[in-house]
């Protein structure tokens, strides 16, 4: 069965780009055997034909197994591919469609090939190896489906949507303002597949969040374990782009840093359960209304806070494991533990 949140479509947080300071020394991970291809089913669409739907769909949905039934019902919401009749009826239409011959060209300009995901995506699995040494590494398999989904987690895969990969300046995005804003957007671009597929196997199979996370502080140490891990297993990513900050928000974040923390502390907000309250500082947005002047402030000041607290922790902490870390159950055990005073 597909797992994927409504997060998944539109909470982008990492590009790939120059290394950062502040980070712990890079771990030797060149005898990992991890190597990351990934299966194009974007371009083996482009086979489909009205006389061969039958025989396509037989053979994709025996090569391509839990991925090809979770596309066509959840992600292209074309059908059940056991009713192959009626799959066929609908993809007929689709694939004569003008829009999806537009996208597709798009798709195909824009990755003619994916050598640099492959090789970022290998790096990145070979830390997550390393630190994890028990985990499966997953198939990695690209699609485009309409701008339904970025990076569903399945069975036994993870998927990329290219089409919401296409570049910040697509010429497709700006019609689908109404539900994607332009903050968004601007990350839809190649260089965040990375990042991307490692955050969503994250946080939704090798660490999703406990349903008991309730109150604020809770968030925040999830949140701030999250990053956390992403600092460790892709050292080449630079931290303001790991959170999906501008370089203003970023200097902006890090100015106040000690105001944002003395801000949870005077409004009560570590141990606030109320979700309508708390969620404003946990989710992608613009800027944080309560914060700032002229709207120039950070958005998802939590995640930041958190980040920086879990960094604080293990930085005074450096005998505990990234997997004893992700064990590590108590949020306040953290917060103590790290002393963190707003920086």
């Known amino acids: 069965m597909l797992k994927t949140h409504a997060w998944q479509i539109y909470c982008f947080f990492l590009i790939i780009s120059l290394f950062s300071c502040g980070r712990t020394e890079q771990v030797d991970v060149s005898h990992i055997d991890v190597d990351i291809t ?3 089913f974007d371009l083996a669409l ?17 090569h391509y197994g839990f991925f090809y039934a979770d596309y066509m019902q959840y992600m292209l919401e074309a059908g059940n591919p056991l009713d192959s009749v009626q799959l066929a009826s609908v993809l007929e239409k689709v694939i004569v469609t003008p829009d999806f011959s537009a996208l597709k060209t798009s798709v195909y300009e824009t990755f003619p090939n994916m050598e640099a995901q492959e090789a970022g995506l290998t790096d990145a699995f070979r830390h997550l190896k390393y630190y994890f040494p028990a985990i499966d590494i997953p198939r990695v398999i690209a699609f485009f489906s309409g701008f339904a989904v970025q990076t569903p987690i399945g069975a036994d895969y993870i998927g990329i949507g290219l089409d919401m990969f296409l570049g910040a300046d697509s010429k497709f995005y700006p019609a689908l303002r109404g539900s994607i804003p332009q903050y968004l957007s601007r990350r839809f671009t190649p260089e965040n597949i990375v990042p991307r597929v490692v955050e969503s196997y994250l946080r939704e199979d ?46 902006w974040a890090n100015h106040f840093e000690h105001d944002i923390w003395a801000w949870f502390l005077q409004e009560n907000l570590l141990y606030e359960a109320d979700y309508n309250r708390i969620q404003k500082y946990l989710s992608e947005a613009p800027f944080t209304p309560e914060l700032g002047e002229q709207n120039e402030s950070a958005p998802k000041l939590g995640v930041f806070i958190g980040w920086k607290m879990v960094r604080a922790y293990m930085e005074r902490h450096p005998e505990v494991s990234l997997s004893a870390l992700l064990d590590l159950k108590d949020a306040q055990k953290i917060l103590d533990g790290s002393r963190y005073r707003g920086g």
């Open 46 to 62: 482009d086979s489909l034909t009205p006389h061969n739907m039958m025989t396509k769909n037989r053979e994709w949905l025996q």
């Open 206 to 251: 090798l660490y999703p969040q406990e349903a008991l996370d309730v109150n604020l502080l809770q968030h925040m140490v999830y949140q701030g374990k999250v990053m956390y891990v992403m600092e460790q297993t892709m050292p080449q990513v630079a931290d303001s782009l790991q959170i999906g900050y501008t370089t203003a928000q970023w200097e």
């Open 38 to 40: 990934i299966e194009r």
